[in-house]
């Protein structure tokens, strides 16, 4: 393939690349970043189908069927908390392991060092672009489940804070996983992990519906934290004070993660 | 025109003893080397040399083991975050997200400084305006070349490093792409390139810097390389000539070497009687000397000479 003389001559003459050398305004990177990572996540079919269809379709599956008792009162109210929590674990976690383990395989993480954007800076997107992505999720789950007849109760801000800590929590395991893995074992781990928790994690399904063998163990992982913490506000009507214990779980779970994946995580 | 701001020397790269390693590999291994500034520097060698690493050292992504490194007067990893707006990057490997078309994956890159090249025009430029759609997993190896190139220079740096930036080009994309460093030096850029290409060394560099096994083994410019060496007549006949005999047989000075066999150069001041010399002697000898050729050493034989002709 040859250019041809006019696609050669007609741009950026003598002069152009004059060095005017200079970073954006730090909050414009971290903005056109966010914005950057949202739209690689939405045009992916595969991030779509377990941030939102898998979501969506549990929620209401399980809220219609009689298959799985959860208990007395409309199934819904049972179920909705538990699939908010799974939004937080596809996106903060699974979603986030798979995007940065391929970011990582394919340079752009090493090839963004280069640019003015500061390690700092794409952590921040990152996280911002975790949280856009959440604020669509819940959006999407709550109008869907107040269609569906889900009545919640108990304190929102309770809700957001467990929200909020279990996508730290989270976020951070799923670095730390893309730290440390190649991209396909990433891949792998990471949907792993999220049908396990989904399925014996007690993120959809209440710890108290699980073996009692197995339940012990399993109220220690976060996403028992969150799933648990999530039900006993929206379903049982609790306050902050209600969930201390979960948040304890989802905090140290957090520090841990974040420790570690701050001493492992290669960027190329 | 702009100011090119530079470290205090002049010169844009400045390396001074510098020892990398990976694990027990000597990567790079006692390098001192400078960069002019507003000029285009090319760093030669074979594969596995440490150009590679020389260069990522001064890009920020390898510390030091020992050793000094200042690009243009500052400390690649302590001042990185002065630096990153003013120095421009095209990696060897990726750097592009796969399911990206130019246009976007330059825009995402553009959003990054105060006051980038407008990628449109840049495109155009790189002949990349033609590809449309065309995400980056599909392009040729020469169009995601320029792709790249596009992403080192769009903020307008004062210093480019770019490694292999021809690397996978049909032979017009290499003349543009050649064509647009060119015009950088003339802009005022300092461009540091890594390259296994003679000729691009030869057409491009201002200065040359030969490296082999983590050491440099030559700098100058291409013409200073070149001339260092005497001119040289070169033949072909059998193999194993008494090199000592047809040495003793020309005039004083004259150095004859056999290598590959059957390959012969006479190094010395090469002039007509030079060539009827060797002429007579080979008619003396009945040796048939084809290929006989006078001349300049190219880089290329500068480059052999000093990095050895065995695969590696």
Redesign the interface.
């Known amino acids: 393939m040859s250019l041809t003389d006019s696609e050669q001559g007609a741009a950026l003459g003598p002069g152009a690349f004059a060095p005017r050398p200079g970073a954006a305004p730090m909050a414009r990177m971290v903005l056109a970043q966010t914005a950057a990572e949202v739209y690689s996540t939405l045009r992916n079919g595969e991030q779509l189908l377990l941030t939102l269809v898998i979501p969506l379709l549990l929620l209401a599956g399980l809220s219609r069927t009689s298959l799985v008792s959860l208990g007395s009162g409309p199934a819904i109210d049972l179920v909705a908390p538990g699939v908010l929590a799974l939004a937080v674990l596809s996106t903060a976690f699974t979603s986030q392991a798979i995007a940065t383990g391929f970011e990582r395989r394919y340079g752009v993480l090493k090839a963004l060092g280069a640019t003015p954007l500061s390690r700092f800076g794409l952590i921040a997107a990152k996280s911002l672009a975790v949280l856009a992505v959440e604020v669509g999720q819940v959006a999407l789950i709550v109008g869907v489940g107040y269609a569906l007849g889900w009545r919640p109760v108990g304190s929102w801000p309770a809700a957001v804070l467990l929200l909020l800590l279990g996508t730290l929590c989270f976020s951070a395991l799923g670095l730390l996983i893309a730290g440390v893995l190649r991209a396909e074992a990433t891949l792998a781990a990471a949907n792993a992990i999220y049908v396990l928790l989904l399925v014996g994690g007690a993120t959809v399904v209440p710890l108290d519906k699980l073996p009692a063998a197995l339940a012990g163990g399993v109220r220690l992982l976060p996403s028992a934290a969150l799933g648990e913490g999530l039900r006993t506000v929206l379903h049982a009507g609790g306050g902050l004070f209600d969930v201390l214990g979960p948040l304890a779980v989802l905090l140290v779970w957090g520090v841990v993660a974040v420790a570690v994946a701050a001493r492992t995580f290669r960027w190329e | 025109?702009?100011p090119?701001?530079t470290g205090v020397s002049g010169f844009a790269v400045e390396v001074e003893d510098l020892h990398v390693r990976f694990g027990t590999v000597r990567a790079v291994d006692g390098v001192s080397v400078q960069f002019p500034a507003a000029g285009v520097c090319a760093v030669l060698g074979p594969n596995g040399a440490g150009k590679t690493t020389l260069i990522e050292t001064c890009?920020?992504?390898r510390r030091p083991h020992r050793g000094r490194v200042r690009v243009l007067g500052r400390d690649p990893v302590a001042d990185a975050?002065e630096l990153?707006?003013?120095?421009?990057?095209m990696?060897q490997?990726?750097?592009?997200?796969?399911?990206l078309a130019a246009g976007p994956a330059l825009h995402?890159?553009a959003?990054?400084?105060?006051?980038p090249?407008p990628v449109?025009?840049?495109m155009?430029?790189l002949?990349l305006?033609?590809l449309g759609g065309r995400t980056f997993r599909r392009m040729?190896g020469?169009e995601k070349q320029r792709v790249k190139l596009a992403?080192a220079?769009i903020?307008?740096?004062?210093l480019v490093f770019l490694d292999e930036p021809t690397a996978g080009m049909?032979p017009?994309?290499r003349l543009?792409v050649w064509?647009l460093i060119r015009?950088?030096r003339?802009?005022?850029?300092s461009v540091v390139l890594t390259t296994h290409l003679m000729d691009e060394a030869e057409q491009l560099a201002d200065e040359v810097v030969i490296v082999d096994r983590g050491r440099v083994v030559a700098t100058g410019s291409p013409s200073g390389l070149t001339s260092r060496y005497d001119e040289v007549l070169t033949f072909r006949a059998s193999a194993g000539l008494d090199t000592a005999l047809l040495q003793a047989a020309l005039p004083d000075g004259c150095v004859v070497v056999e290598d590959p066999p059957g390959s012969y150069r006479v190094e010395g001041t090469v002039d007509p009687a030079l060539l009827a010399a060797v002429a007579a002697w080979c008619a003396e000898h009945g040796v048939l000397a084809t290929a006989l050729t006078t001349g300049r050493r190219s880089l290329e034989d500068v480059f052999l000479d000093l990095t050895g002709r065995a695969l590696r």
């Open positions: 025109m702009a090119t701001l890009e920020g992504y975050r990153r707006p003013r120095v421009g990057v990696l490997e990726g750097g592009v997200w796969p399911a995402r890159v959003r990054f400084y105060r006051d090249l449109d025009s840049l155009e430029r002949g305006s033609r040729s020469g992403a220079i903020g307008r740096p004062e049909d017009q994309a543009a064509d015009q950088l003339d802009d005022g850029v």
